[in-house]
């Protein structure tokens, strides 16, 4: 990966990482849950402290840092070996996020934050919404990507 594509692919993880948190926000207004993914962390964060050390500034990065590196694994791994145009392989994509974040990441952020929202979800009062609300903000995040990435001209042409 060339330094340019590197600095594309940056800055296209963080703008689809701004959109994912967007939607995140936006969708209590059709009646699916918040999720405000900096926060969760935060409170991962400083489970473990008797105080609490780390501010939601800390959440945030590590939630935006994981949004480039998501782009930056696409690109180094993926872009190439997942099949279909721009729209296919950012549907994918987001699909492919969201049932790793509802069935590996988020149960074990949940149980380190003091509380378990179980294997997709199922420990939360409305399992479905919660589902449907991670589906949507990465549905948002993998199409969001693939724009960035023919906009920035990283990958396929």
Same mark, same amino acid.
């Given at each position: 990966?060339?330094?340019?594509?590197?600095?594309?692919?940056?800055?296209?993880?963080?703008?689809?990482?701004?959109?994912?948190?967007?939607?995140? +926000?936006? %969708? *209590?207004? /059709?009646?699916?849950?918040?999720?405000? &993914?900096?926060?969760?962390?935060?409170? #991962?964060?400083?489970?473990?402290?008797?105080?609490?050390?780390?501010?939601?500034?800390?959440?945030?990065?590590?939630?935006?840092?994981?949004?480039?590196?998501?782009a930056l694994i696409w690109v180094a791994f993926l872009q190439e070996r997942i099949p279909?145009?721009? +729209?296919? %392989? *950012?549907? /994918?994509?987001?699909?492919?996020?969201? &049932?790793?974040?509802?069935?590996?990441? #988020?149960?074990?952020?949940?149980?380190?934050?003091?509380?378990s929202f179980g294997f997709f979800y199922t420990n939360t009062w409305i399992p479905g919404?919660?589902?449907?609300?991670?589906?949507?903000?990465?549905?948002?995040?993998?199409?969001?990507?693939?724009?960035?990435?023919k906009v920035a001209g990283v990958g396929k042409k």
């Amino acid at each position: 990966m060339s330094a340019s594509t590197f600095w594309r692919t940056v800055i296209s993880g963080c703008i689809a990482t701004f959109v994912m948190t967007m939607i995140a +926000f936006l %969708q *209590g207004g /059709l009646g699916l849950p918040v999720i405000d &993914v900096g926060h969760i962390l935060t409170q #991962s964060f400083n489970h473990i402290h008797t105080g609490e050390p780390y501010s939601l500034i800390w959440g945030n990065l590590a939630y935006n840092i994981t949004g480039v590196l998501l782009a930056l694994i696409w690109v180094a791994f993926l872009q190439e070996r997942i099949p279909g145009n721009r +729209f296919i %392989q *950012g549907v /994918l994509y987001g699909v492919l996020v969201s &049932v790793v974040a509802g069935g590996v990441i #988020s149960p074990f952020v949940s149980m380190a934050a003091g509380d378990s929202f179980g294997f997709f979800y199922t420990n939360t009062w409305i399992p479905g919404k919660v589902l449907l609300a991670g589906l949507t903000m990465h549905l948002g995040y993998g199409l969001t990507l693939m724009l960035c990435m023919k906009v920035a001209g990283v990958g396929k042409k």
